[in-house]
């Protein structure tokens, strides 16, 4: 039996999210989850802006590569990974979303993805004091 037109157009949106993840995953391939030469180094919390609510948010970035969300439900951990101006996280409990973002000076600006490589939203990360 031959693949339905569905089925074909299912499989070049997941050839292309993996195309996606593998071109993130480059950007920081020579990196250690989470390892930078200062920001990253030691525990920070970042205040939360994302397009798709108004919750306030705290996000606590440790220095291993992990983070956890202060939104209730206990879904919001995840690992990071960072390289010179690139930032990535993965949120493997909210069904694998990654955001991906630049880092700027004492902020992260970036686009929040689905799994399937959609984008969602907008998110900005502000470095608390």
Not at 64 to 82: L, P, Q
Not at 88 to 106: E, K, N, S
């Amino acid at each position: 039996m031959l693949p339905t037109s569905a089925a074909l157009q299912r499989s070049a949106e997941v050839k292309n999210l993996a195309a996606t993840v593998v071109l993130i995953l480059s950007l920081v391939a020579e990196v250690a989850w989470g390892q930078s030469d200062n920001l990253f180094a030691r525990q920070t919390r970042w205040s939360v802006e994302e397009s798709w609510h108004k919750d306030r948010l705290v996000y606590t970035l440790e220095p291993d590569g992990t983070f956890r969300s202060s939104s209730a439900g206990g879904k919001g951990t995840g690992r990071y990974m960072s390289d010179r101006n690139a930032f990535v996280m993965v949120w493997p409990l909210y069904d694998h979303a990654v955001y991906v973002g630049t880092i700027g000076d004492r902020e992260i600006r970036g686009s929040g993805y689905s799994k399937d490589g959609k984008p969602y939203g907008t998110f900005v990360l502000r470095l608390m004091p």
